[in-house]
């Protein structure tokens, strides 16, 4: 028994040698035009598999990005479900202490009704319900980067009482899709009135209108806390406290941090929780990413087939003289499985160059400027190893097929055609 065993073994050796030196042959004195040829097809199915899961995996981290720098940051405190206000002062003024935590910007929130009047004759009114949130500035410009998305006009400062900043959906005129709901098209030195859910009504000059690739922060209007505590006649309160970590992922160890410093019953969320639409898009671009991957694998796995059932269709003859011979069918099937799974590595080698040396750097110095944000790939270790996997499995099917189809004939009928 333990012959057989050892017998076996030697066998089998000696059939992957075989295959392996049919396999070498057949490359090394096969067309070298057509062999350069099927390696850029490789490579380039190789690149199209990396790619197109990059540049989605970069429209979700663009969509990502926007919800945290300018709606939610990392984590959003909202008060408790009985209260309208987060009260704690201690608790809040402890948030900055914890490391880890970049800073944290405390917002009133007011529904409101913003009214523009072109012609100060009360004929041709435009107006809408926006959200206005008012900004401690020295906190909020280190959360969010709405400070950073001025287009016309210049950001608020602390002591600002009359003036407000808003979104271009509010402005209209500035590129938005929404102009048909927005102010139809005001500008920085315009006047505008709000009413606040409280009653009050109050005049503000437009100080500055913003874009932040961000469609529901861009429908959003700004003024500083001290001006919105005046209005609602509330002091040192919040609606809720957004919050700005320097570990992205890591949102619920900082929220159970938070918990400790005696925010017991208020509604902490991540911004994950919160991201609604946002959120299904991701998940529709992650899906069309799986979709147009799997496309890319069974373009890749045809294509092997095709090179490797050609290659099989000139070589019947020499096929069916080593079958005569004796060699094993599984030898030679395993030969042009090998080719296959050659063609396969080259490729990845190469197109791993092209993508880290030539293509990645080629979007970081010039990202696709999309209506979700300033695009670029993400380029990570398990689209690669993904990539890889696919690859070679596709070339190990797309090899195997026609070979094992190419050796079922009789040694006859394949010498003799």
Do not use: C
Request: no cysteine; net charge negative; glycine share 8%.
């Amino acid at each position: 028994m333990l012959y057989n065993i050892a017998y076996n073994k030697q066998l089998i050796t000696m059939n992957i040698k075989a295959s392996f030196f049919l396999a070498r042959t057949t490359i090394a004195r096969g067309n070298k035009g057509t062999l350069a040829m099927t390696i850029l097809i490789m490579t380039l199915a190789y690149v199209n598999l990396i790619f197109i899961s990059s540049v989605f995996g970069g429209i979700v981290e663009a969509i990502n990005e926007q919800s945290i720098n300018n709606l939610y940051g990392n984590i959003v405190i909202a008060p408790a479900d009985d209260e309208v206000y987060i009260e704690n002062k201690y608790a809040i003024n402890s948030i900055d202490t914890i490391p880890g935590i970049i800073a944290s910007s405390a917002h009133y929130v007011n529904n409101t009704v913003i009214s523009y009047d072109a012609n100060n004759d009360g004929r041709d009114v435009q107006q809408g319900k926006w959200i206005i949130k008012s900004v401690n500035v020295e906190d909020e410009i280190k959360v969010t980067q709405i400070s950073q998305s001025i287009i016309e006009g210049e950001y608020l400062e602390d002591s600002d009482k009359d003036e407000i900043i808003i979104g271009k959906e509010i402005a209209g005129g500035h590129g938005g899709d929404l102009d048909h709901l927005s102010l139809g098209g005001v500008y920085v030195g315009d006047k505008i009135d709000v009413q606040f859910n409280n009653g009050i009504k109050r005049t503000y000059t437009i100080k500055g209108i913003f874009s932040t690739k961000n469609s529901q922060a861009d429908q959003m209007a700004f003024i500083t806390t001290k001006e919105m505590e005046s209005v609602i006649g509330v002091h040192n309160l919040a609606s809720e406290i957004i919050i700005k970590i320097d570990e992205l992922g890591q949102e619920d160890k900082y929220i159970e941090q938070i918990r400790q410093t005696g925010l017991r019953n208020e509604d902490i969320k991540t911004w994950k929780e919160l991201t609604g639409f946002t959120s299904s898009a991701s998940k529709s671009f992650t899906m069309i990413s799986v979709i147009l991957g799997i496309i890319g694998t069974i373009v890749a796995g045809v294509t092997i087939f095709i090179i490797i059932f050609v290659s099989i269709v000139n070589k019947r003859k020499q096929i069916g003289i080593l079958k005569a011979i004796g060699m094993e069918k599984s030898t030679i099937i395993f030969s042009f499985v090998m080719q296959a799974i050659f063609y396969a590595i080259i490729g990845i080698i190469f197109g791993i160059a092209i993508i880290l040396f030539a293509v990645r750097p080629f979007f970081i110095d010039n990202p696709l400027d999309f209506p979700v944000g300033w695009v670029s790939l993400k380029i990570t270790f398990d689209i690669i190893r993904i990539s890889n996997i696919s690859l070679i499995i596709a070339a190990l099917i797309g090899g195997f097929i026609p070979a094992f189809r190419g050796t079922k004939e009789s040694i006859l009928d394949t010498i003799w055609g």
